[in-house]
């Protein structure tokens, strides 16, 4: 009988039974979870009788009596060509229960895997193995032991446990490996590691080719490092060193704060909870929270005291001062306007000073108006006005001086011309008064 490219599987009573002189090949198969008493996977018996199994898989085969994957009592039975039992269980003989007949293992081997010594058959050409009789417990063929890696291209490498050497450094390999894997993310992986070795408390690993601990990368701010991994500081603890690995490292913030992540790195980034601030300046880099005074508006979490937004209506001289006052216009019109802004205030549009009541110009185009709580533009040309006053001052008073140069000498009609010229310069004088009083900013 020959089958090929088959799966036996989930059978009671084993998957194959050779017996009474049969002829069985099996191709490129695979038997798995099958059951039995003798032989989980295959039973074989009569002297006659040959199995030949050829690249074939058989694993995870139950016996409940002996010979887990396979059981032979007589016969010639050949393994070949990556033929493998692995992961086979029973009482008696895991792998394989061997009471009689003749077993043998013709190379290769699947790649990670080895046999005892073998010699070479002079009818096939190749290398083959006779398997012992006997109960046998490990996997068939034996699995390269671990730190080391095997290949299926040299069979030579395969007649030893050491296969083809070392596993490559930044690799890890478990035993039975055929291809070096990558070395574990926290660890780092020297020539020969079956697995990685975790970075030193304080540091992390964050390849998977790292081969010494000098490879480690030392543990960031924000952080603790323990096992080669990285453990945040969790929301309301902050941890400003690098190199921690005891939970301890991460110091809580002060009252009435939390942090807007985990991972916080000083005790800056503590904020103050809502209806709180910051009292303590931007510049000392520390937290004390208070409860946000009267004027202010703290409708959100991680307010300071150059933050501290105001109430229309009120005024202080900076962002560094909590002194906040209520402006005497306080109301729909107030020329403080609120807010969050650099320096005192905060003012309307063009407006400065205590409490929002002086114009931000500089010249004498503008006046501040306590009706409106803002600056409005002054009526007519001061300049024009100033010229036109000097001119009627220094006119009159030369008439006066020359008045009373030659009052003795002038007619009546001429000194009653000079008293009329004098009543029209005080009137002037003191309308131009008037004009002055506003107020202005200087």
Same mark, same amino acid.
Not at 348 to 359: A, D, E, F, T, V
């Given at each position: ?7 036996f ?20 198969s695979?038997?798995?979870r099958n059951?039995?008493?003798e032989?989980g996977a295959?039973s074989?018996?009569?002297?006659a009788t040959?199995l030949h199994?050829?690249?074939?898989r ?7 009596a ?6 032979v009592?007589g016969?010639v039975?050949?393994?070949d060509n ?9 009482p008696?003989?895991?792998t ?5 007949g ?30 012992a ?5 490990e996997?068939?063929p ?11 291209e040299?069979?030579?490498t ?5 296969c083809v050497?070392p596993?490559?450094r930044?690799k890890?390999?478990?035993?039975? #490996?055929?291809t070096p894997l990558p %070395?574990? &993310? !926290? /660890?780092? $992986?020297?020539r020969?590691?079956?697995a990685?070795?975790?970075? =030193?408390?304080g ?8 081969a ?9 701010p924000?952080?603790?490092c323990e ?12 941890n400003p060193?690098a ?14 704060t ?8 000083s005790?800056?980034?503590c ?5 709180y601030?910051n009292?303590r300046?931007?510049?000392?880099n #520390?937290?004390?929270?208070?409860? %946000?005074? &009267? !004027? /202010?508006? $703290? ?7 150059a933050?501290? =937004? ?10 560094d001062?909590?002194d ?24 309307k ?8 009541q ?8 503008e006046?501040?108006?306590t009706?409106?709580?803002k ?19 220094v ?5 006066l001086?020359l008045?009373?140069?030659l ?5 009546l009609r001429?000194?009653?011309l000079a ?5 029209v310069?005080?009137q002037?004088?003191l309308?131009?008064k008037i ?8």
């Amino acid at each position: 009988m020959e089958v090929g490219g088959s799966t036996f599987e989930d059978n009671s009573g084993g998957a194959v039974v050779a017996a009474a002189g049969s002829q069985v090949h099996i191709l490129h198969s695979v038997l798995v979870r099958n059951t039995a008493a003798e032989g989980g996977a295959i039973s074989v018996a009569g002297a006659a009788t040959t199995l030949h199994l050829v690249g074939t898989r058989i694993a995870l085969n139950v016996a409940t009596a002996r010979g887990g994957g396979l059981h032979v009592a007589g016969g010639v039975v050949t393994l070949d060509n990556r033929t493998v039992l692995e992961d086979n269980r029973a009482p008696e003989g895991h792998t394989m229960q061997l009471l009689g007949g003749a077993t043998s293992y013709f190379l290769p081997a699947p790649a990670g895997r080895w046999v005892n010594t073998a010699v070479l058959d002079p009818v096939r050409g190749t290398l083959v193995s006779a398997v012992a009789l006997g109960s046998h417990v490990e996997d068939y063929p034996f699995a390269c032991r671990e730190g080391h890696f095997g290949s299926d291209e040299d069979v030579s490498t395969q007649l030893n446990p050491d296969c083809v050497g070392p596993c490559p450094r930044g690799k890890i390999c478990p035993g039975a #490996t055929h291809t070096p894997l990558p %070395c574990t &993310v !926290g /660890s780092y $992986c020297a020539r020969g590691s079956a697995a990685g070795t975790f970075c =030193p408390p304080g540091y992390v690993g964050y390849g998977t080719d790292l081969a010494a601990k000098e490879e480690c990368d030392l543990c960031p701010p924000g952080y603790v490092c323990e096992g080669g991994s990285a453990t945040a500081c969790a929301r309301s603890y902050y941890n400003p060193l690098a190199g921690q690995y005891l939970r301890s490292a991460c110091l809580s913030c002060p009252s009435s704060t939390t942090t807007a992540s985990s991972a916080a790195t000083s005790v800056g980034e503590c904020l103050c909870n809502k209806g709180y601030y910051n009292s303590r300046s931007a510049s000392n880099n #520390t937290v004390e929270c208070a409860l %946000c005074p &009267v !004027g /202010s508006a $703290c409708v959100e979490a991680g307010t300071s005291l150059a933050t501290l =937004p105001l109430k229309a209506g009120y005024y202080r001289t900076g962002n560094d001062s909590d002194d906040l006052r209520r402006c005497p216009d306080a109301g729909a019109n107030s020329g403080c306007v609120g807010g969050v802004r650099g320096g005192e205030g905060p003012c309307k549009p063009s407006l400065q000073g205590p409490y929002c009541q002086l114009c931000e110009v500089r010249d004498d185009s503008e006046y501040y108006n306590t009706e409106e709580s803002k600056c409005l533009p002054c009526e007519g040309n001061l300049l024009l006005t100033v010229l036109a006053i000097v001119a009627v001052v220094v006119a009159a008073a030369g008439l006066l001086t020359l008045w009373r140069r030659l009052r003795h000498r002038l007619p009546l009609r001429a000194i009653a011309l000079a008293g009329w010229l004098w009543r029209v310069y005080t009137q002037l004088s003191l309308r131009a008064k008037i004009k002055q009083v506003r107020v202005r900013v200087t």
